[in-house]
């Protein structure tokens, strides 16, 4: 194999040594349904060996099916979630028996690959780049249903960068074009494409995403029982729910507490909120005299450079993510800390827009002008129009190879089991420039700082 082949097997590996890990328990743990927004931990794992057998063994390979008969239990258009425990999938040993037949073969064929064919599929390896971020995906949803689970010691923990208090609160980003949606990505899905201009106006944007101080400073102030803050949907969610405060938290007295992983443990404060539904996220928005950003606004003061005047891959710019600049990959088990990687930033200044937590946008899930499917309708098409809402940057539990500028996610605004967060924007009135400091409304706290109060993935996999 060539380094670039090499490469891409070396992803291959990682990302199944992930699968393996989080499926590295006993075998009624695996089976169970934990959640009806779950599928057992075991379909998980066969799904995405079938997956792989289905695009890079038949449609790329040419290879005669395996087991064409399993085709239909890990079809996740034509069983929900809630639906999979009745069907009868592969027991957790032969899963891992399929899987890995299925693995040897798929080496085979990258080993002949030709990635200057012409051929979508096969040009730039797409149709590897394909499976690998499709099994990261389902590795972060395995990680949420083991978090619905409540199990403890099954998810590895590690260490942090501390954060950074103190700062600007919000980033100043001008009028203008930009470049929106890539043409340029190799593995980008077709919802990024094609690269369009977009033209705002003047905004500003939180510095970071919202905390967990300044999101308790919300529930303190009535925020969950005050209709002022909430859209007639929120109203009815809230009702049906009787939310109170993000998932997995609790009080004692006055203490915040979370279960994280089956340990229960005091809300660090520090951290961005986490686990909060679109609802919730446009709710506080409301509260802190501000709103929600569009994706364009998010993806401008994520990815645009205005003095080179293109895209970058990621906030700082197209080097790969280590661990000074983003917490992706599972590094540990949780958002790091407010400021935690200023080598980060965009080129606006804007921090943490990669990793720690999907943010949600204002807008809802729509192709772009010009969009064609592939290589499947059904991986983007078929949830246009709906009351999805895009999520932009990737949690934690999200790995580099599957997080990037241009990365679409969305969700229904009532999901909170995923690792989701947010941060606010405004416009910018007239008289506002880089040199102005934003105003505020009395007694509200802005974005992520409580001083003072202006105050899986969705059903495809």
């Given at each position: 194999?060539?380094?670039?082949?090499e490469?891409?097997?070396?992803?291959?590996?990682?990302?199944?040594?992930?699968?393996l890990?989080?499926?590295?328990?006993?075998?009624?743990?695996?089976?169970?349904?934990?959640?009806?927004?779950?599928?057992p931990l075991v379909?998980?794992?066969?799904?995405?060996?079938?997956?792989?057998?289905?695009?890079?063994?038949?449609?790329?390979?040419g290879?005669t099916?395996?087991r064409?008969?399993?085709?239909?239990?890990?079809?996740?258009f034509?069983?929900?979630?809630?639906?999979?425990?009745?069907?009868?999938i592969?027991?957790?040993?032969?899963?891992?028996?399929?899987?890995?037949?299925?693995?040897?073969?798929?080496?085979?064929?990258?080993d002949?690959?030709?990635?200057?064919n012409?051929?979508?599929?096969?040009?730039?390896?797409f149709?590897?780049g394909l499976?690998?971020?499709?099994?990261?995906?389902?590795?972060?949803?395995?990680?949420?249903?083991?978090?619905?689970?409540?199990?403890?010691?099954?998810?590895?923990?590690?260490?942090?960068?501390?954060g950074?208090?103190?700062?600007?609160?919000?980033?100043?980003?001008?009028?203008?074009?930009?470049?929106?949606?890539?043409?340029?990505?190799?593995?980008?899905?077709?919802?990024?494409?094609?690269?369009?201009?977009?033209?705002?106006?003047?905004?500003?944007?939180?510095?970071?995403?919202?905390g967990?101080?300044a999101y308790?400073?919300?529930?303190e102030?009535?925020?969950?029982?005050?209709?002022?803050?909430?859209?007639?949907?929120?109203?009815?969610?809230?009702?049906?729910?009787?939310?109170?405060a993000?998932?997995?938290?609790?009080?004692?007295?006055?203490?915040?507490?979370?279960?994280?992983?089956?340990?229960?443990?005091?809300?660090?404060m520090?951290?961005?909120?986490?686990h909060?539904?679109w609802?919730?996220?446009?709710?506080?928005?409301?509260?802190?005299?501000?709103?929600?950003?569009?994706?364009?606004?998010?993806?401008?003061?994520?990815?645009?450079d205005?003095?080179?005047?293109?895209?970058?891959?990621?906030?700082w710019?197209?080097?790969?993510?280590?661990p000074?600049?983003?917490?992706?990959?599972?590094?540990?088990?949780?958002?790091a800390?407010?400021?935690?990687?200023?080598?980060g930033?965009?080129?606006?200044?804007?921090?943490?827009?990669?990793?720690d937590?999907?943010?949600?946008?204002a807008?809802?899930?729509?192709?772009?002008p010009?969009?064609r499917?592939?290589?499947?309708?059904?991986?983007?098409?078929?949830?246009?129009?709906?009351?999805?809402?895009?999520?932009?940057?990737?949690?934690?539990?999200?790995?580099?190879?599957?997080?990037?500028?241009t990365f679409?996610?969305?969700?229904?605004?009532?999901?909170?089991?995923?690792f989701?967060?947010?941060?606010?924007?405004?416009?910018?009135?007239?008289?506002?420039?880089?040199?102005?400091?934003?105003?505020?409304?009395?007694?509200?706290?802005?974005?992520?700082?409580?001083?003072?109060?202006?105050?899986?993935?969705?059903?495809?996999?």
């Open positions: 194999m060539n380094d670039f082949k490469r891409i097997a070396a992803e291959l590996v990682a990302v199944r040594d992930r699968s890990a989080y499926t590295d328990a006993e075998d009624d743990l695996l089976v169970r349904q934990h959640s009806p927004l779950m599928s379909w998980d794992l066969a799904h995405v060996g079938n997956y792989e057998e289905l695009w890079v063994l038949r449609e790329a390979g290879i099916p395996l064409p008969e399993i085709d239909d239990l890990y079809d996740a034509k069983h929900p979630r809630r639906n999979r425990p009745s069907l009868p592969l027991g957790p040993v032969e899963a891992r028996r399929y899987i890995e037949g299925v693995r040897g073969r798929v080496l085979d064929v990258l002949a690959l030709d990635p200057d012409p051929d979508p599929l096969h040009r730039d390896a149709v590897f499976v690998i971020q499709h099994e990261h995906q389902h590795d972060e949803t395995m990680l949420a249903t083991l978090q619905l689970s409540r199990e403890p010691g099954l998810v590895r923990d590690g260490d942090l960068p501390p950074r208090p103190g700062g600007a609160e919000e980033v100043f980003v001008p009028a203008g074009s930009f470049l929106m949606g890539t043409g340029t990505q190799p593995w980008a899905y077709d919802n990024e494409r094609p690269a369009h201009r977009v033209d705002l106006p003047a905004y500003w944007i939180d510095r970071l995403p919202v967990n101080r308790a400073a919300f529930i102030e009535g925020g969950y029982d005050d209709p002022r803050w909430w859209s007639q949907e929120g109203r009815l969610w809230r009702q049906e729910t009787r939310a109170f993000p998932l997995f938290w609790t009080r004692d007295g006055d203490t915040w507490w979370r279960t994280r992983f089956g340990r229960t443990e005091p809300v660090p520090d951290e961005p909120v986490q909060v539904s609802h919730e996220a446009d709710a506080y928005a409301r509260w802190a005299g501000k709103r929600l950003p569009t994706e364009a606004e998010w993806e401008k003061a994520c990815g645009w205005p003095v080179a005047e293109r895209a970058r891959k990621y906030p710019g197209d080097d790969d993510p280590g000074e600049r983003a917490n992706l990959g599972h590094r540990a088990a949780r958002p800390p407010l400021g935690a990687y200023p080598a930033a965009s080129a606006y200044g804007a921090e943490q827009m990669v990793g937590v999907w943010e949600w946008t807008s809802r899930f729509l192709p772009y010009g969009f499917s592939f290589p499947y309708r059904e991986y983007s098409e078929v949830f246009f129009g709906g009351d999805y809402r895009v999520l932009r940057g990737g949690s934690w539990a999200a790995d580099p190879a599957a997080v990037r500028t679409r996610n969305w969700d229904h605004p009532i999901r909170r089991q995923i989701t967060g947010f941060r606010c924007a405004r416009s910018a009135s007239p008289e506002h420039s880089p040199g102005h400091s934003p105003k505020h409304s009395p007694g509200r706290s802005p974005g992520h700082s409580p001083g003072h109060l202006p105050k899986h993935f969705p059903e495809r996999g």
